[in-house]
């Protein structure tokens, strides 16, 4: 018989941040805002006699477009676990372009870790492991916090214990990818971080428009911007369409009454719901 857990995670655009630098893992962090989006990565963990990690991206019809072997984040879980497994996480979404998928695989990864060996560890010690895993590694600082739940998400402190609030929508999000922009480049480098936190708006959005439009304020005086993000930027301005960059990707996101047509001139389109839950175990199964 062999066990196999599942569980999935749902994606974050992040629309604003800023880092807060704490003395461990766990206190280091970012305060900021963005949406908890249905797309987001699926894992099967299975025992294994050695930590063996795969990553698929799938279309929409299921096929593989990419394969890889092997994610430090992903490895580190099983090491501070003491397991060895091999676990295989699926996404639709681009990888690296601002859609939150490493903390998403983390979250995933370690529900179904978790499962799998029944380690007892709780959705608290989840997330907390989650979130060291993606601070140590510099790949993000507040998408395992968000992801911890669904909806529009305000995260007023740093580490997954903080205070966060989530307003639900029914809206369809659009967003496109133009491709990656490396994570570590942007939160490992203090004079972007400098830029980051000068542009940073202090207060929280009380709903969706007001997502978009302190998004957009901090994106365009960060400096993050590049030339293609600009180009979709003033086609949706042009139509009214509100609309920000994908944090930290070459990525754009926008919603509203032609939002999707606006979008779709620029490359491959990806509509989606706000989420309305976090990461969750999905089975457990013995074949
Ligand atoms: N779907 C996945 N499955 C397993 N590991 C992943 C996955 N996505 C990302 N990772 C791991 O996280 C590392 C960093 O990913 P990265 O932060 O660039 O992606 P992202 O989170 O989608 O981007 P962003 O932080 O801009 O939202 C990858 O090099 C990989 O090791
Ligand atoms: C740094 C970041 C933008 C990377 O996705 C995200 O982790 C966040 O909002 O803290």
Do not use: W
């Not at 894992?43 to 006699?49: I, L, N």
Request: aromatic content about 6%.
């Amino acid at each position: 018989m062999v066990r196999t857990a599942v569980a999935f995670c749902p994606g974050h655009i992040s629309g604003y941040f800023k880092k807060v630098a704490g003395e461990t893992p766990e206190t280091t962090g970012s305060l900021g805002a963005g949406i908890v989006v249905d797309e987001g990565v699926r894992a099967v963990a299975s025992a294994a006699d050695r930590l063996d990690v795969v990553i698929r991206r799938v279309d929409r019809n299921g096929r593989t477009l990419a394969e890889s072997v092997g994610a430090p984040p992903v490895e580190y879980l099983m090491t501070e676990l003491g397991v060895a497994a091999r676990v295989e996480t699926t996404c639709r979404l681009p990888i690296g372009s601002g859609f939150g998928l490493s903390a998403a695989a983390l979250l995933a990864s370690a529900t179904a870790l978790d499962a799998l060996f029944d380690l007892g560890l709780g959705g608290e010690g989840i997330a907390a492991l989650a979130h060291r895993a993606e601070v140590v590694h510099n790949t993000g600082l507040g998408d395992v916090a968000a992801c911890q739940g669904g909806g529009v998400v305000c995260r007023e402190g740093p580490g997954t214990a903080a205070r966060i609030t989530r307003v639900m929508t029914d809206e369809t999000i659009y967003a496109l990818s133009f491709g990656p922009l490396p994570t570590p480049e942007v939160i490992g480098s203090p004079e972007q971080l400098a830029r980051v936190a000068a542009a940073f708006p202090p207060e929280c959005p009380r709903d969706l428009a007001e997502l978009f439009a302190f998004s957009r304020a901090f994106a365009e005086k960060s400096g993050l911007v590049r030339p293609e993000v600009r180009a979709a930027l003033d086609a949706c301005d042009e139509t009214g369409v509100p609309a920000s960059m994908t944090m930290l990707g070459l990525g754009v996101f926008a919603a509203g009454e032609g939002a999707g047509e606006v979008l779709a001139g620029f490359g491959e389109l990806f509509p989606l719901k706000v989420a309305h839950e976090g990461f969750r175990l999905v089975e457990v199964r013995e074949s």
